[in-house]
């Protein structure tokens, strides 16, 4: 399954903090043949503003998607959860137990703009790792020793994905169901 929501304008000047994009509606309903007006606020610099169109289950850009939709497992096994993707820059990864928003796990960077093995990893538990196949574009999530508690959804993204209202917005999310037990 994958999510993608993206904004409905773009800057042709550099993204920066104090550029903001936002969309006056959220959803806008309409019949077919009906004449519709979609309208954003800007506030900033931006010299030029562009729309584009996005078409239901197509992802405008880069795609990152599960290998396997679930993985099973039990305590104590070391898990590989993965997910191919066709170019990044960075890849991260995030949990998300019922309820909660997905938190930040992971995240494989390279200065030069190509993921590679030799990437940084900041990892925030020493149980998970990140591993990168840039021969079969293939992202890794490993997870040692497996507990009861791990048992989540997990997301490969391709970019830094929660922002904005972390209780409703998810951006270039794919998740990986990882039951336990």
């Not at 979609?38 to 584009?52: D, E, I, P, T």
């Not at 993985?71 to 990864?93: H, K, R």
């Not at 190509?114 to 940084?120: H, N």
Request: glycine share 8%.
């Amino acid at each position: 399954m994958l999510i993608c929501i993206i904004m409905l304008l773009s800057s042709t000047e550099g993204s920066r903090a104090s550029e903001i994009i936002t969309p006056k509606s959220d959803r806008i309903f309409a019949l077919e043949g009906d004449n519709v007006t979609l309208s954003c606020n800007y506030s900033g610099s931006a010299r030029g503003v562009h729309w584009y169109r996005q078409n239901a289950g197509v992802c405008f850009g880069n795609v990152i998607t599960p290998v396997q939709p679930e993985v099973f497992g039990t305590e104590g096994d070391n898990i590989t959860l993965s997910c191919n993707y066709s170019s990044a820059i960075s890849l991260q990864w995030y949990r998300q137990y019922p309820g909660s928003v997905p938190e930040f796990l992971l995240i494989i960077l390279d200065r030069t703009g190509k993921v590679s093995q030799k990437s940084k990893i900041v990892d925030l538990d020493p149980r998970f790792s990140g591993k990168v196949n840039e021969k079969k574009t293939r992202v890794d999530l490993e997870i040692s020793s497996a507990k009861v508690t791990d048992s989540a959804l997990y997301y490969c993204a391709l970019e830094p994905t929660v922002t904005g209202k972390q209780t409703t917005l998810y951006k270039n999310l794919t998740y990986v169901n990882h039951p336990v037990g």
